[in-house]
């Protein structure tokens, strides 16, 4: 019996996960990426501990323990650096059996791309559109070429073509904000190992992680109008210019952050949607429920959707009805992740003093810290579910 044929728009990381794991329940895969290789600069990612367990199904999770690092305490500060309140990662990490990490895109990249056959990703393939009938789905390309197959997955990100031509264009939604995002070869004795900061300021967040052996990840970001440019003088002199008033360190490891290495993007989503697909086609993480970064579970929700669907493929009749299974299992949680994320950032972005100073109290109160682990609790215990054989 022929195994039935997955046809997956975009390379990224729910598209590649995705393609390991409906080959490990028995399906025929071939990727298609509109870039020339696969690849991605200059960013870490938080993998939550929900994100390692999904890794832990598709077979990857000991390769990217050794790539990342581990998130064990988190600190909420001030722009100054005192301390509102910490959270122990460890111990939820213990409750949901797997580790949290913080990893280089790339490296989660190229660890997918290296459990698949050279055969299964096809780049410079630039998706326009889609036909589907009754038995089958073909993808179109822009330089006139065509696929066909059983069923067809747009992970296409949040400017995905696939859900465009669903439901018509539509511009994502601007959370207010935008980001600086870099990684620099740093070391300091108040970032141990194993310690996340998280500040809040007067209208901006900054995170620290360690991100791989000698490596920090950091984010900035700051109210502003969508498109706002950098004054001249390039990322770096943007940053520390407009955080001049910030702890040293903050500024320390910005300072030692290659200009090359820092990327600048507005905060972007869309509101939740209760249909994600039609007949042969769904769509799969930034396409479907595009999130901001605010809890760090975009790439954590898109390995969970991988898994996901390949288990609810494995033990449907067909198909089609896989498809909607998935996609019934999975619009809660994201439409929830979505929500909230969108939710905290509008308070993490406060500029009022009044309600900062309201913000930082509620940190530093048991209520705020019960409130905090509740939330991590839920997003972290995610039952991910085993992949078992086709």
């Known amino acids: 019996m022929t195994a039935p044929k997955a046809i997956v728009i975009g390379g990224g990381i729910g598209g590649l996960a995705a393609a390991v794991a409906l080959r490990k329940v028995g399906m025929a895969v071939t990727v298609f990426e509109r870039a020339p290789e696969i690849c991605e600069v200059g960013a870490g990612l938080s993998l939550w501990s929900n994100a390692v367990t999904a890794l832990r199904r598709l077979g990857l999770e ?24 910490e959270i122990t990662i460890e111990e939820l990490s213990r409750k949901a059996g797997a580790p949290s990490l913080c990893v280089h895109r790339a490296d989660l990249l190229r660890t997918f791309a290296e459990a698949l056959e050279l055969s299964v990703i096809r780049t410079n393939a630039t998706c326009v559109g889609f036909e589907q009938h009754s038995d089958v789905v073909t993808a179109r390309f822009a330089d006139g070429q065509s696929e066909s197959g059983d069923l067809l997955l747009g992970a296409d990100g949040i400017q995905s073509a696939i859900r465009a031509q669903l439901f018509g264009p539509s511009e994502p939604r601007y ?33 620290l992680s360690h ?35 910030w702890h040293p360190m903050f500024r320390a490891v910005i300072d030692a952050t ?109 209520w705020g810290h019960r409130q905090a682990l509740k939330l991590f609790e839920k997003l972290v215990t995610y039952k991910v579910p085993q992949l078992l054989g086709a």
């Open 258 to 366: 290659d200009e090359s290495a820092i990327l600048k993007n507005d905060i972007i989503d869309r509101p939740p949607i209760r249909i994600w697909g039609v007949g042969r086609l769904t769509l799969l993480g930034d396409a479907a429920h595009p999130t901001t970064p605010n809890l760090g579970q975009g790439a954590c929700q898109a390995l969970e959707d991988a898994v996901v669907l390949a288990d609810c493929l494995r033990q449907a009749d067909g198909v089609i009805s896989g498809l909607r299974f998935y996609e019934e299992r999975r619009r809660r949680r994201t439409a929830f992740v979505t929500t909230q994320s969108w939710s905290l950032g509008k308070v993490f972005q406060w500029q009022n003093p009044i309600a900062i100073w309201l913000r930082n109290r509620s940190f530093r109160t048991k």
């Open 62 to 85: 000991s390769r990217i323990t050794e790539l990342g690092s581990p998130v064990e305490r988190m600190q909420v500060v001030t722009a100054s650096g005192q301390v509102l309140s």
């Open 211 to 245: 991100c791989g052996p000698g490596r920090i990840y950091w984010f900035v970001t700051q109210n502003a109008p969508a498109g706002t440019a950098d004054p001249p003088g390039g990322h770096k002199h943007a940053v520390l210019t407009a955080f001049t008033g």
């Open 175 to 207: 959370a207010g904000y935008t980001c600086w995002r870099g990684i620099a070869h740093f070391e300091h004795p108040d970032l141990p190992s194993g310690l996340s900061l998280f500040a809040v300021g007067r209208g901006t967040q900054m995170g």
